[in-house]
Every structure is written in C-alpha cells, then in structure tokens.
C-alpha cells in the first residue's frame, strides 16, 4: 500500500513539473518547446517504475546493460545537437541504425575546415528518422559544400571506408524529443 501512495504522490508530483514547464514554454523562444518535451519525456520516463510488458510473442523485452545505457543516452540527447564521431552505420527494420561517440571540432589552423578530435569511451547505437536528412561534405560527400544524399548512399558511403578513416570523420547531429536523429551533417575535412 505504501508504494502505491508513493507512486500517486510521484505521478502527481510530475504532473504538476509538467504543467508548470507547459506554462513557461509559452515565453520561451521558438526553440524551448522541443526542449521542454524532451524533459518532460525524460522526467515521466525516469519514475515509472512498474516492469516493461512482455513483447507480443510472450518474451520478455531486452533490459541489457548495454540497452540500458544506449537508450539512456538516446534520452539525455533528446531535442539537443551533438558533434560526434560515427563508427558504423546498418540499416534494419526499416530504420537506419548509426554507431556514435562525442567527439570535439576545432577550426583547422591553415585552411577553412575542421579538425576532428576523437572522443574517448563507447560508442552508443542511435536510430535516425525516416525523414532524417543527411547532408555530406568530402570525403564522405563529393564536394566542399555539405549537399543531400539517401541514407542509404550515407551508410553505403560509410562502411566503404576503413575504420581508421571513419575515425579522422565528424558530424553534427540533430535530435528529436525522443532521441532519434533527424539530421546528419559531415564536416568539411580536407
């Protein structure tokens, strides 16, 4: 009985954080309102404590450590723009799937490009939008200039370069309020 009483006073609790950040997107700027969802998806996620429901062929769904914190991940990116580095790129499902890390970029001393510092630790699987758009500059992409290409021609592009390559590569990366990509832009490195 006692964590029934917790739980209402947490859901009443979140409920009352949602309406008050509801309340302050209205001032905000064009962009707040993506921000204030994304926390308010996170707050609703972080508290629900009841045991995910079996898949509907009876199993149970996947609780890994390693899905655990690649959707936590996917969430703490929710409605943000990340610089990372991409390992791999597959397609599945219906979706493309991609491979990343944080990474830093700094302005190329000499020229008007990029130098890519690579990130340190995992790398976490995030899934794109179908509508996501990707946009690639050299080497990955045929020109200077960032143009617009399938998915399918990035991930093709991708996979076709040896991994050392993939490392000295960046992106910035756009996010939902759910954690799904919905753009991908190389950087320029000569």
Known sequence: MRVAHRRTTTVRCLTALTVGLLALTGCGGPDDGQAAAAATAAATASVTSEAPAPSPDGTAPSTSPSATAASATAARWAGTKQFVQIDDARTGDGRTYLSVRPAEKKPHPQFEAWVIVP????????????????????????????????????????????????????????????????????????
């Open 119 to 190: 990130g340190k630790g995992p790398y976490t699987e995030v899934s794109m939008t179908e509508d996501a758009q990707v946009l690639l500059s050299v080497p990955l992409g045929d020109a200077k200039h960032p143009a617009a290409y399938a998915q399918d021609e990035f991930v093709s592009r991708l996979t076709a370069r040896p991994s050392s390559d993939r490392a000295l590569l960046g992106y910035d990366l756009s996010f939902d309020g759910q954690g799904r990509v919905t753009r991908v832009q190389s950087l320029y490195t000569p």
